[in-house]
T-cell receptor, first 115, second 115 residues
Framework: GAVVSQHPSWVICKSGTSVKIECRSL??????MFWYRQFPKQSLMLMAT?????????EQGVEKDKFLINHASLTLSTLTVTSAHPEDSSFYIC???????????FGPGTRLLVL | AQTVTQSQPEMSVQEAETVTLSCTYD???????LFWYKQPPSRQMILVIR??????QNATENRFSVNFQKAAKSFSLKISDSQLGDAAMYFC????????????FGKGTKLTVNP
């Protein structure tokens, strides 16, 4: 149990385009989802926390107009990187938890390369 | 603010031997959760073990066990009978019980298992 999927696993796009990444909890209802960014050989950096049906809470320094997060249902959250630029190239990981106090389970990540 | 420190950027162990990864944290909370996550080359984050701070008994999961020293704010991970598949980045993480559910990660320890 506690499986989280992400789609796509790999995306290459041109500078200036927008990219949408989906995060799904497959066998549980995720009241809270988290989006992380990870640079090579570094730890995970939390970008934002989203609760179903409400606006995401962004960490300090994360541009909310650039990284749009939608958590429309208890099993799906999306991260849209708007007007992507090469510096947005990174590994994006989502995680989900089913209820307060429950462990976060992670998706397999999405590698984004902006040319 | 809570912080998590992993003082060993890299560790190595011989197959079948035992290795201990260190983690210290700083918090003013009395109740919280601590986790060890494993990130193999696939970059999928995998939960290894979880400890509730109110529990005095150290958590164990098969070959993985922790030494939780609450007063010293120390949370080390012991891997017994190391296997080649244990090679990965290991991240220690902290989470509050109440309020924000976000995880605070250490910088990670890269574990190499030598055959």
């Amino acid at each position: 149990g506690a499986v989280v999927s992400q789609h796509p696993s790999w995306v290459i796009c041109k500078s200036g385009t927008s990219v949408k990444i989906e995060c799904r909890s497959l066998d549980f209802q995720a009241t809270t989802m988290f989006w992380y960014r990870q640079f090579p050989k570094q730890s995970l950096m939390l970008m934002a926390t989203s609760n179903e049906g409400s606006k995401a809470t962004y960490e300090q320094g994360v541009e909310k107009d650039k990284f749009l997060i939608n958590h429309a249902s208890l099993t799906l959250s999306t991260l849209t990187v708007t007007s992507a630029h090469p510096e947005d190239s990174s590994f994006y990981i989502c995680s989900a938890s089913g209820r307060v106090g429950e462990t976060q389970y992670f998706g397999p990540g999405t590698r984004l390369l902006v040319l | 603010a809570q912080t998590v420190t992993q003082s060993q950027p890299e560790m190595s162990v011989q197959e079948a031997e035992t290795v201990t990864l260190s983690c210290t944290y700083d918090t003013s909370e009395s109740d919280y959760y601590l986790f060890w996550y494993k990130q193999p080359p696939s970059r999928q984050m995998i939960l290894v073990i979880r400890q509730e701070a109110y529990k005095q008994q150290n958590a164990t999961e098969n070959r993985f066990s922790v030494n939780f020293q609450k007063a010293a704010k120390s949370f080390s991970l012991k891997i017994s009978d190391s296997q080649l598949g244990d090679a990965a980045m290991y991240f220690c993480a902290y989470r509050r019980v109440s309020g924000s559910e976000k995880l605070v990660f250490g910088k990670g320890t890269k574990l190499t298992v030598n055959p």
